[in-house]
């Protein structure tokens, strides 16, 4: 039966229904994120729309594979106590100082998004932040949210920040672009991170209200059934975070090495930064700071198999034309226009699409139109590629447009205004903020 209405429909059709159901069942946010994608994939293959080779290829893709490897390091530092133990620091830190030592949290909270996975990061402070803020007398409310947001916004510094960037960079290669490396889009993702960063200091305050302060202390805060799709086919489940772990000195130390030494070779390019996380992965199992099945455990399935589903898609939009002619019509669309005018478009159109899709689909769908509206404007792909890349993650206006938000949102019993109130401005000043920094550093 598949077989005959791939035989009935053209490539470009089938695709074009898949990607329309795709994104349907998105914005309808009932269904797992990462089974909707595939599901799109597995009709995509019926069809034939897409070879088995294909998808192959795209369940070991570079991204794939980094993330997986960057999944069991982190989980690594997990399991060896040594998150748990950078917390109880923290926590000290501030019972000494106050309101500072929250926001130092805050911001220590985004720098480690950067290079670690942020679910773990606002699962393990989220609870340290809402309880140290009570016996200070301030509201939880004014600092939750703003945490959630530093870890996003800490995610866009670093090519491994985000799955986002990952995803961006492998469909960039594909379209003939040469590949980021793990700090090109830094002096972009600081910038927008410093000025989103004063923002949250700045107006929490005025923008989140007190309100009533209830809050669920027991292990349910961190039970994501009830989550909504998008939310969970992001960043993966937090519940493998809940325990606290004790700290293992020799791990930690073990585990925190590798880490650093597979940002810092794949930094000065001995190797591709998915080879360099593999490697530090399988050690970690060779040095038995993690077992095979700990390893296993930490790979978030969930994640990898939302951003190969989102692959498949975006290989069959390729190779049905079906990319090309939605391209070529946005070109007619926008030709006269500036690059910068087109910079500005494109930026806009990714941040408000990545509130209602996942952010696997907005680099899927907005990444070749990058390259192709860059090459018809005869201007250089990389500020469009970097701008898909720092809006694809910039979700803050609702809570379910990002796991973190969603764990927040539930955590401080906030209210859906609350973030469009608070997450709205900060979306258009990220947005401003970004396109001078990409003009600045990534001319056309």
């Known amino acids: 039966m598949v077989k005959q209405v791939g035989s009935y429909l053209s490539p470009q059709t089938i695709t074009l229904m898949v990607l329309v159901a795709v994104v349907a069942a998105m914005i309808w946010d009932k269904l797992r994120s990462d089974v909707v994608a595939l599901t799109g994939a597995a009709v995509l293959l019926l069809t034939g729309v897409v070879r088995p080779i294909q998808v192959q290829g795209a369940f070991a893709s570079p991204a794939i594979v980094t993330l997986a490897s960057l999944f069991v390091i982190a989980y690594a530092m997990e399991l060896s106590g040594l998150l748990d133990a950078t917390i109880k620091a923290l926590v000290t830190l501030c019972r000494r100082i106050g309101r500072l030592g929250l926001w130092i949290m805050i911001a220590l909270g985004g720098a480690a998004s950067a290079f670690l996975n942020n679910t773990p990061i606002v699962v393990l402070s989220a609870p340290v932040i809402r309880d140290a803020a009570k016996s200070l007398n301030l509201s939880p409310k004014r600092f939750l949210i703003p945490l959630s947001y530093a870890a996003v916004l800490g995610g866009g510094c670093t090519l491994i920040g985000t799955s986002t960037n990952l995803l961006v960079n492998d469909m960039a290669a594909v379209a003939g672009q040469p590949k980021f490396s793990i700090f090109e889009i830094t002096p972009v993702g600081v910038p927008i991170a410093v000025v989103g960063g004063l923002y949250l200091l700045l107006f929490s305050h005025r923008l989140i209200g007190s309100g009533r302060d209830e809050t669920n202390d027991s292990d349910e805060t961190f039970r994501i059934e009830q989550e909504p799709g998008l939310a969970g086919g992001q960043v993966g489940s937090a519940q493998a975070f809940g325990p606290s772990r004790k700290l293992q000195p020799l791990k930690a130390l073990a585990s925190f090495a590798v880490f650093v030494g597979v940002i810092g070779l794949a930094a000065v390019n ?3 930064i998915a080879a360099c996380a593999f490697a530090g992965a399988v050690l970690l199992i ?7 099945d700990e390893a296993y455990s930490g790979l978030r399935a969930d994640v990898l198999m939302l951003i190969a589903g989102m692959l498949v898609l ?20 926008l ?3 500036s ?4 910079l500005i478009i494109i930026y806009g159109v990714t941040l408000f699409a990545t509130e209602l899709l996942s952010n696997a689909t907005v680099a899927v769908l907005f990444t070749p139109i990058a390259v192709a509206l860059a090459e018809a404007l005869h201007a250089s792909p990389r500020p469009f590629l970097v701008a898909v890349m720092a809006a ?3 979700a803050f206006a609702t809570p379910f447009g990002y796991q973190t938000n969603a764990l927040v949102y539930q955590m401080g019993r906030y209210n859906y ?15 401003v903020a970004g396109v001078i920094a990409i ?3 990534f001319p056309f």
């Open 270 to 272: 001995v190797a591709p």
């Open 286 to 292: 060779l040095l038995r700071v993690v077992t095979a």
């Open 314 to 333: 975006g290989i069959a939009l390729d190779v049905s034309g079906l990319a090309a002619i939605a391209t070529d019509s946005l070109i007619q669309t």
């Open 335 to 337: 030709d006269g226009l």
């Open 339 to 342: 690059p910068l005018l087109a």
């Open 392 to 394: 694809g993650s910039a």
């Open 417 to 431: 205004l609350d973030f469009v109130k608070f997450g709205l401005p900060l979306n258009l000043l990220t947005w």
């Open 439 to 441: 003009q600045v550093y």
